[in-house]
């Protein structure tokens, strides 16, 4: 049996490869599925293709395939694909490493993305078009991971925290509420990963922050595409990004703009100064966007300081931490990674 630790999208995703590669896998969280406290929640996230690096638009390839597989599966529909906006001070990395990966792609200047989308940049800026890029339906995607699994034999327990794992010469025990006894442990629990395996002499270096984000209603009919933009020089050093919000309108914030935090602090509020951030960023960018926010909430980013994933395995534990702010939209690609991982663990 393989237990895996942390039911966020990354432990879904991996119970999910788990379970279609014909594992023994129970997956344990210490909330429920539809919890707040973490990084996973909400209805959207951003997908896209576009890196500067070529490695990370590889994987991002290798995750659209197995969205698409996902959605072939749960008879669900995960992407909706409207396109991406990518306003980033190095845009012809981007092109070299889309190219390199035969990825679609156009280079817009500003004047060109005004007529074509109704976002307000300057006539002569240069914005990289990503067709193949929208959002992933968030909610229904960690739905999704966990009806599958669970129609092939995956076990989830809720409300069951783990509180300690101890290695034994033949496997790891789990204590949860009692002691499970597995071949090997996928550790995927966001922002309480470094804690849990501090005692086993691991260390992961990452650091949780708690972001804000904040919707805004749109005009009828209209619906832009999603937003990177690193180049607002109203507010420079900020990094904002904009994407669709189901039945909401928009949902836009600042890219590691929050403060260090505990998350064993679940009633953490929003940040009023960057939510007034994300709203002044939202009026210069979107016209047809209503810039007083409607709401704002709350998540986890668990960041490494060079922005990379964790995947690694120690003996029998198998640590998972791809998170830094850019991970949602890799799930499946991990998913499969991490188990590759746990199975040669448990061999």
């Given at each position: 049996?393989?237990?895996?630790?942390?039911?966020?999208?990354?432990?879904?995703?991996?119970?999910?490869?788990?379970?279609?590669?014909?594992?023994?896998?129970?997956?344990?969280?210490?909330?429920?599925?539809?919890?707040?406290?973490?990084?996973?929640?909400?209805?959207?996230?951003?997908?896209?293709?576009?890196?500067?690096?070529?490695?990370?638009?590889?994987?991002?390839?290798?995750?659209?395939?197995?969205?698409?597989?996902?959605?072939?599966?749960?008879?669900?529909e995960l992407l909706a694909l409207g396109g991406l906006l990518d306003a980033v001070r190095d845009v012809d990395a981007y092109a070299?490493?889309?190219?390199?990966?035969?990825?679609?792609?156009?280079?817009?200047?500003?004047?060109?993305?005004?007529?074509?989308?109704?976002?307000?940049?300057?006539?002569?800026?240069?914005?990289?078009?990503?067709?193949?890029?929208?959002?992933?339906?968030?909610?229904?995607?960690?739905?999704?991971?966990?009806?599958?699994?669970?129609?092939?034999?995956?076990?989830?327990?809720?409300?069951?925290?783990?509180?300690?794992?101890?290695?034994?010469?033949?496997?790891?025990?789990?204590?949860?509420?009692?002691?499970?006894?597995?071949?090997?442990?996928?550790?995927?629990?966001?922002?309480?990963?470094?804690?849990?395996?501090?005692?086993?002499?691991?260390?992961?270096?990452?650091?949780?922050?708690?972001?804000?984000?904040?919707?805004?209603?749109?005009?009828?009919?209209?619906?832009?595409?999603?937003?990177?933009?690193?180049?607002?020089?109203?507010?420079?050093?900020?990094?904002?990004?904009?994407?669709?919000?189901?039945?909401?309108?928009?949902?836009?914030?600042?890219?590691?703009?929050?403060?260090?935090?505990?998350?064993?602090?679940?009633?953490?509020?929003?940040?009023?100064?960057?939510?007034?951030?994300?709203?002044?960023?939202?009026?210069?960018?979107?016209?047809?966007?209503?810039?007083?926010?409607?709401?704002?909430?709350?998540?986890?980013?668990?960041?490494?300081?060079?922005?990379?994933?964790?995947?690694?395995?120690?003996?029998?534990?198998?640590?998972?931490?791809?998170?830094?702010?850019?991970?949602?939209?890799?799930?499946?690609?991990?998913?499969?990674?991490?188990?590759?991982?746990?199975?040669?663990?448990?061999?």
């Amino acid at each position: 049996m393989i237990v895996v630790v942390g039911a966020g999208i990354m432990g879904l995703a991996t119970t999910w490869a788990l379970a279609r590669r014909g594992a023994e896998v129970v997956l344990l969280e210490q909330f429920d599925l539809e919890h707040r406290h973490g990084s996973s929640h909400g209805a959207s996230r951003i997908f896209r293709l576009s890196y500067a690096e070529e490695e990370w638009v590889a994987l991002a390839q290798d995750a659209h395939a197995l969205w698409r597989e996902l959605e072939r599966e749960s008879s669900t529909e995960l992407l909706a694909l409207g396109g991406l906006l990518d306003a980033v001070r190095d845009v012809d990395a981007y092109a070299k490493a889309l190219a390199a990966r035969a990825v679609q792609f156009e280079l817009l200047t500003g004047a060109q993305a005004a007529a074509r989308f109704a976002v307000t940049y300057g006539p002569a800026a240069r914005l990289l078009l990503q067709p193949d890029a929208g959002i992933v339906w968030a909610d229904r995607a960690r739905s999704a991971f966990r009806d599958v699994a669970l129609a092939r034999g995956a076990e989830l327990r809720e409300w069951t925290p783990v509180e300690a794992l101890e290695p034994s010469g033949d496997g790891v025990v789990v204590h949860a509420g009692g002691e499970l006894r597995a071949e090997a442990v996928v550790v995927t629990a966001g922002g309480w990963v470094r804690q849990l395996v501090a005692p086993l002499g691991i260390d992961v270096p990452v650091t949780v922050t708690r972001e804000t984000v904040a919707y805004f209603a749109l005009e009828r009919g209209w619906a832009p595409p999603s937003v990177i933009d690193d180049v607002d020089d109203d507010q420079p050093g900020k990094s904002f990004y904009a994407l669709a919000a189901p039945d909401v309108g928009l949902k836009a914030g600042v890219h590691r703009g929050g403060a260090a935090t505990d998350p064993a602090d679940t009633d953490g509020a929003p940040d009023p100064a960057l939510v007034d951030a994300a709203a002044a960023w939202v009026a210069r960018r979107f016209p047809r966007a209503r810039h007083e926010p409607l709401s704002a909430e709350t998540c986890i980013y668990t960041t490494a300081a060079d922005q990379q994933f964790v995947l690694e395995r120690h003996g029998r534990v198998v640590v998972g931490s791809p998170c830094s702010g850019h991970g949602f939209k890799f799930a499946p690609a991990v998913g499969e990674r991490l188990a590759t991982l746990a199975l040669s663990a448990a061999a």
